[in-house]
């Protein structure tokens, strides 16, 4: 059986809420891939991996182009500029906005509604 960590000692995670602005509608695997391009351009791999990054394709609202990645508080800005340094996913233009940092994944929800 695995024991948690109490939380104490669990890692804080922010969520930066993210709208990708383009012309057509893009894939998710396709903005992961020029997120994690952007994030390894920016950050380098030691730096991504200190971040503890992660994008969450549950929460990725094709309609709507939104999505949220978390980090840790220390790297937000860093997150936040690496997201605004991708200019084009495959032949598309394309801007990333960031929406809001949030705490928790039910508020950044209510963020979007």
């Given at each position: 059986m695995k024991?948690?960590?109490p939380?104490?000692?669990?890692?804080?995670?922010h969520?930066?809420?993210?709208?990708?602005?383009?012309d057509?509608?893009?894939?998710?695997?396709?903005?992961?891939?020029?997120?994690?391009?952007?994030?390894?351009?920016w950050?380098?791999e030691?730096?991504v991996?200190?971040?503890?990054?992660k994008?969450?394709?549950?929460?990725?609202?094709?309609?709507?182009?939104?999505?949220f990645?978390?980090?840790?508080p220390?790297?937000?800005?860093?997150?936040?500029v690496?997201?605004s340094?991708v200019?084009?996913?495959?032949?598309?233009?394309?801007?990333f906005?960031?929406?809001?940092?949030?705490?928790t994944?039910?508020s950044?929800?209510?963020?979007?509604?």
């Open positions: 024991m948690k960590k939380p104490s000692m669990r890692r804080k995670k969520y930066v809420v993210f709208r990708l602005l383009s057509e509608p893009v894939d998710f695997y396709e903005v992961k891939n020029a997120v994690w391009n952007g994030f390894f351009n950050l380098g030691e730096g991996s200190k971040a503890y990054i994008i969450f394709k549950n929460l990725w609202n094709p309609k709507t182009q939104t999505g990645v978390s980090c840790v220390k790297y937000v800005n860093s997150v936040k690496a997201l340094l200019h084009q996913i495959g032949d598309q233009r394309v801007i906005q960031v929406i809001r940092v949030s705490g994944i039910k950044a929800k209510k963020i979007i509604k």
